[in-house]
């Protein structure tokens, strides 16, 4: 077993290791520098497709047309065939959940997900189509790109794309550019560093800043996977390093190269690799370097704590040595974890000597089982995984108290990450990339690998939901199989049935896409979720069961939503069929269309015969009519709606009479000069011709409207009192007979303030008792009149009353009635 | 009120921090945006962006609710807007429009506003849209069609319950009752399907759902059914932890969920309310914890101590004074839900009570300590009377509505109506009334209460009536009465809709058989006492709503039952749970029943939770949601059975509902508002 620092290099005053991951990837006929290969973040797919800027023989054999997606062990994971027809490929990229970009010349992007062949295009606008795009950057969720004028389009998500323009930037010859992705910028939105003629400029959406720069032209720049340094390649062959917001510069290393590099990328934060055809350069903080020579040609895939080389040979993975390893393997180390890590060896030497050892740290001995759990997780050998897991539980056990969780997660993580890192699986990923990434992530990027088996088996392991992983096996199952529709589905719904939480939509939407209609109908039969089913039914053309399936899941928006793609493909008359025997898509619909859509309303309730609605709707109409013509006409036609049936007489009359009003109105706005009658209901109308004096016209309206004797003689009474015309009000009094009582008037005439007047309707109050006829001359103040209504009904007690209430002369009076009833007794 | 008391269980405040924080966080997020526009500013995280909200009128007060203006400003609001008459202006670089997804017609609008916005402006604008409380796929669908959906970054921000009170839980869906009744439009039901989801989300599935009506039943099947797909979902969404998707178990703390549907009992929305709070809303209207007052009426009042809590809206003209009804109030807690009788006296305590306070402030001989004391109390005192101030005079000219001879008449016509004497005794008084020109909605409310208590009114008499109305208030209203028609709250009496009629509606009922109620429920109660109440029918004054007495027939049987068979001895009370016991009188009203238990899927899961929570013995409590609307004087009953409730068993009562009604708005939903000529 070779020492742990055998591929240890040291650069400056720091340790950079350089692991082999995986050898002999790709047949050495296949000339590498001649592609392009980008890497996905955390040690994910290789897409390689060949660099088009090239002139190479079309025929030769080895010469690809695809793109092809490997593992990083060289493991063709898929093909990707390249379609000519949209102009030339300008980049290929990828996003951190491993979707594949791809964009042309013309801004055409195509974003395949999950390493399926299947993609999702859109465009980056008018713009990029007309000036084309020259060259694209990748962050984690999105990228920018260059446009032929100089202009950025930046995409910032995937999930619903929107392509933003950024501000103008110089013109001129890019030579090189980089992006600082949103997360690590303080205005949160992606920044761009190009380098134009001697000087680096940094565009947003906003503006376009000149950072004053005089040392270039920049051949390179790279941008720190944190965010905070930016490394510069000048003209010169030096490397700069400073920080990103150009305010500070770090380090200085002058390559002594005439080429410029073929690549410049950061391997994590603190050092940046140069890569010439065979020979990368390692420039560490303070302008230390350090190379590494190879036997073909490499390509540098940067990731957020390292950095991948490929050569046709080997898969390197390039890193800093992570503190906790350097802590036990530094040659001479004698921190307590190393020291612990010798007194296993001494153990399993029998030697006397590692009790010794364990006597000298025992006051950090809990420290020292925590590094040496750490730097487990680090080594990519199996070996060196259980020699530092073997101290670790050595020292535990001399411990009294130790906490063991982190202890056994790590033997759990361990397990995974060896499982993963297999070759035929092919995903190297160190501890700190797992972590970044995520178990979930990770099981999802197996399934894109169609590792079923192991996707599950991690699952469980870890005790995460399986039930993605069913579902993405159904529905390659379904894209695969050529056995006739029945088995596929009774295999896939043998298999997945009894599982909690199982999609069977994302199923028969593959079987859709797939071509598969029935398999796809049958399989969603078994969907739980009927908001689910809907979209998947309508577009296979089961209109009215996804109607149905709507109406069942109850969600008004979905409903909503299936009728307004129904209506879209139907004719009218098929529609309202399909409504007319749903009553709450129907309602759905009329409620809608009274807001939106009254002609739709109209066919509506012609085409189901609802005589009634048709014709308010009509009335509704006609209330929305300005002018008086309008509205008359509306109210025809409604009323000749309802004319034909018996049992709507009551409305057709109610109709025919708004019609006659609206007449009357417009000949008295006429006759009347100015005052404003239409519309006034029939009451209102008269109290105004009342209140005008327009008595005749008054009896008019009453006759021709049928207006009861009650009703005409409140409005009358109302008008007269608001009019204050008391010489009319006195001469209804004289009157013998009320429609409405008396009682009214005395009420309403005394609310108006006249006393007089009221009084007059007292004594017709016969059906009142004394009592009340008592009070209401109280009220007129009339205390005199009171009495002797009093004295008409021997009421001492009242008498006695009133006489508290009189002064002067009527207390006399009052006085003297009480004497009167004295006597009769 | 003891339903004051905090409720815990239910934790309200933190509902209402929930839609805070959302909405502010949306906001923030267009900040990021906005500082790219702000050129000159230095350090950027320092800078909130400026924009304009474009705010759906209904959504404003909703949102005043639980958020200050103030803060809005800090947020980085510049104007608000109404998404109304297109007039959005071009101000800000920003526009952030904040509107309810449901509705095709605000997407309509929406889009019409961006794109007459980015018509005219010479900027470029970011649009922003925040649906609440979900965007929905008809909205994106009309974004599309016009052009608009490419153009704005769209969020959700989930506002479903919002507490009014501790106790009161609301969508605040002012077309709820519309929508439901009229335009038989079931949107508000998945609505509030989804709010009674969360919940059960956060505190555990309801272990028994119980209800009546036949939209209860729909919303009960949705719960149900949403549980079913909340598994699945929670499985499938990648945004999802994996805990949640262990399923549901039943909830320790809520012990049952009581669904009304309003059109069980459409004569209590009817009735004029007859309680403090009642009667403001029906003379001034309470929206959102505030009503409108023109200051006159509050004469020399000074205003509130403390400034009206988060109006989103400017202040409006100098007649009209807003004023906060809420427990921010020094004594409306205590008057809110009393019996308008009562009020006089409270007022006359409370103000001696001040003035003796304030005779003690002026006592000459005081020690320092003494002194402190009082000068500690002072804002409270001055709080107080302040309230005190606001309060007599909204009381007095309370006073001076109900004294007036139309009020009486019309409450002697909605008493005799709800006490079951015979309805067409009543019709002369109801004609005199139209003849009086009393406003329409007081006609129709009466109209309606005779036509919902008979099932129907005899055709004859109601096209005698209806011919009135169209003459006294206009041939329009031909369109009314036809709502009112649909919405089933006046209809003409048909031979067939008896309650023993064989061809009821499978689901239940069609018709209830209310002179039953009055023997099954005694829901008329002549001897009542509107001080220190006893009977929920202190709230109109001898009628006891049907909605709270069924409520009370789950959880107060032996109190119904005993009310019910007086003479009898109150030994043979109905035991059990749910509706049990009164199975009878259910089958009696209209509609559909519904008793549902709820199970978890994994019997340990549950049976752990309920252990884990048995140790800290919390107060259980029942949920009652009102679908379609409840009225203040429901409020005020329901608070009075809590509070029994609480007394005795330790349990109490959290309201929810779809939103505040009352007859005006009930009916006033079914009123043409136009007018020939107009």
Known sequence: MSKATADWRRVGDRFYRKTNLYTSLFPPDLELENYVVVGAPYSGAIALYRDESQIFRSNQPGVKANIDIYSCAGTLIRQIPRDRSQGTLIAVGWSEDETLLVVTEHGQVKTYTDLSPDFTPFTLGHEASSHGVKSCRFYSTGFVALLGNNRFVSVPSYHEPRPQTLAPAPPGEVISWAVIPPEHTSSRSVEVLLAVDRTVHVVDAAECEDRGLQAGPFRHIAVSPNGKFVALYTDDGKVWVISSDFQERFSEYDSRVKTPPKDLQWCGNNAVALAWEDEIHLVGPSGAATKFEYDGFVHLMPDADGIRVLTNEVCDFLQKVPDETEEVFRLGSSSPASVLVDAVEMLEKKSPKADDNIQLIRANLDEAVDVCVRAAGQEYSVHRQKQLLKAASFGKSVLDLYNSDDYVDMTEVLRVLNAVRFYEVGIPLSYDQYIRLTPERLVQRLVNRHEYLLALKISEFLRLPVDRIYVSWAREKVRSSSTDEDTIVSSIVDKLHGQRGISFEAVARAAYDDGREKVAIQLLEHEPRAGKQVPLLLKVGEDSLALDKALESGDTDLIFWVLLNLKKKMPLSTFFRTINSRPVASAIVEASAIDQDRDLLKDLYYQTDRLVDGSNLLLSESLDSSDVNGSVDKLKSSAKLLRDSKEHAAQVGALEDAVKLLRFQEAFEKDLGGEKFVGLSVMRTLGKLVEGGSMKRAERVRGEFKVSEKSFAWVRLRSLVKRRDWRELEELSKQRKSAISWEPYFNEILGAGNPKVAALYIPKCTHLAVNERIEMWVKCGLVKAAAEEALKAKDRGKLEELRGMATGGVGVEVERMIGMLGKGR | MAAHSAVKAINTPEITEKARRGLLQLLEAVSALGLLASEYSIDRKQVRGKKNLVIERSLAGTIGLFVKFSTLQEYGVDKIFFLENHNVDSS???????????????????????????????????????????????????????????????????????????????????????????????????????????????????????????????????????????????????????????????????????????????????????????????????????????????????????????????????????????????????????????????????????????????????????????????????????????????????????????????????????????????????????????????????????????????????????????????????????????????????????????????????????????????????????????????????????????????????????????????????????????????????????????????????????????????????????????????????????????????????????????????????????????
């Open chain 2, 92 to 678: 800000q670089r920003n526009i952030i429009f904040l509107c309810r997804g449901e509705s095709a017609k605000t997407a309509q609008t929406v889009a019409e506003q961006i794109k007459l916005v980015r018509s005219e402006s010479q900027t470029e604008h970011e649009f922003t849209i925040i649906w609440a409380p979900r965007r929905t796929r008809v909205a994106d669908m009309v974004l599309e069609e016009q052009g608009a959906l490419g153009e704005a970054t769209i969020h959700e921000l989930p506002l479903h319950f919002i507490p009014l009170e501790q106790d009161v839980l609301s969508l605040e869906l002012d077309t709820a009752f519309n929508n439901l009744y009229l335009r038989k439009d079931p949107t508000c039901i998945f609505a509030s399907a989804q709010a009674l989801m969360l919940l059960q989300k956060q505190y555990g599935l309801f272990p028994r759902i119980l209800g009546k009506g036949d939209n209860a039943k729909r919303l009960a099947d949705l719960l149900q059914k949403m549980r079913s797909e909340e598994d699945v979902n929670a499985a499938s969404d990648t945004n999802n932890s994996y805990l949640t998707s262990f399923g549901l178990t039943p909830s320790s703390v809520i012990e049952d969920l009581i669904i009304i549907d309003r059109d069980v009992d459409f004569p209590t929305v009817l009735s004029t309310q007859l309680t403090y709070e009642g009667l403001i809303d029906e003379n001034y209207s309470i929206s959102n914890n505030q009503t409108e007052v023109d200051t006159s009426v509050l004469g020399g009042a000074p205003a509130q101590s403390q400034p009206p809590n988060g109006t989103t809206q400017a202040p409006t003209g100098a007649t009209k004074r807003k004023i906060q009804l809420d427990t921010t109030d020094k004594l409306y807690p205590s008057l809110r839900d009393a019996n308008f009788a009562t009020i006089g006296p409270t007022l006359n305590r409370t103000a001696r009570r001040l003035q003796s306070d304030q005779q003690d402030i002026h006592k000459q001989d005081q020690s320092i300590a003494d002194l402190k004391t009082f000068v500690s109390k002072l804002p409270t005192y001055q709080a107080e009377q302040a309230s005190l101030k606001i309060h007599t005079s909204l009381a007095e000219d309370i006073m001076r509505i109900t004294r007036t001879e139309l009020f009486t008449s019309m409450l002697e016509v909605q008493q005799n109506l709800l006490a079951g004497s015979d309805p067409t005794a009543m019709h002369e008084n109801i004609e005199e009334l139209i003849a009086r020109d009393v406003p329409l909605k007081t006609v129709l409310r009466l109209l309606c209460l005779e036509s919902c208590l008979s099932n129907g009114i005899r055709s004859r008499d109601l096209e005698n009536f209806k011919r009135l109305i169209l003459q006294a208030y206009g041939f329009q209203h031909i369109l009314t009465l036809a709502n009112l028609e649909k919405t089933g709250l006046l209809v003409p009496r048909e031979s067939h809709r008896g309650y023993l009629n064989p061809i009821g509606t499978a689901a239940g009922q069609s018709a209830t058989d209310w002179n039953a109620m009055r023997k099954g429920l005694q829901i008329w109660v002549d001897d009542v006492t509107e001080e220190d109440p006893t009977d929920p029918a202190y709230v109109f004054s001898g009628y006891a709503s049907l909605s709270v007495r069924l409520v009370q027939c789950v959880l107060q049987k032996s109190y119904v039952y005993n009310l019910v068979n007086q003479p009898k001895q109150p030994s043979s009370a109905p035991t059990g749970t749910g509706w049990k016991g009164f199975e009878d009188v259910l089958s009696r009203i209209r509609g559909a029943t519904v008793d549902v238990v709820q199970k978890g899927h994994d019997a340990d899961a549950s049976h752990a939770r309920k252990t884990l929570r048995g140790s800290k013995e919390g107060p259980k409590l029942s949920l009652v949601f009102f679908l379609g609307g409840i009225t203040f004087a429901e409020i005020a009953a329901l608070r009075l059975v809590s509070s029994q409730l609480e007394e005795k068993e330790g349990r109490r009562l959290v309201i929810a509902t779809t939103g505040m009604l009352n007859g005006g708005r009930a009916v006033g939903t079914a009123v043409e508002e136009r007018e020939f000529g107009a």
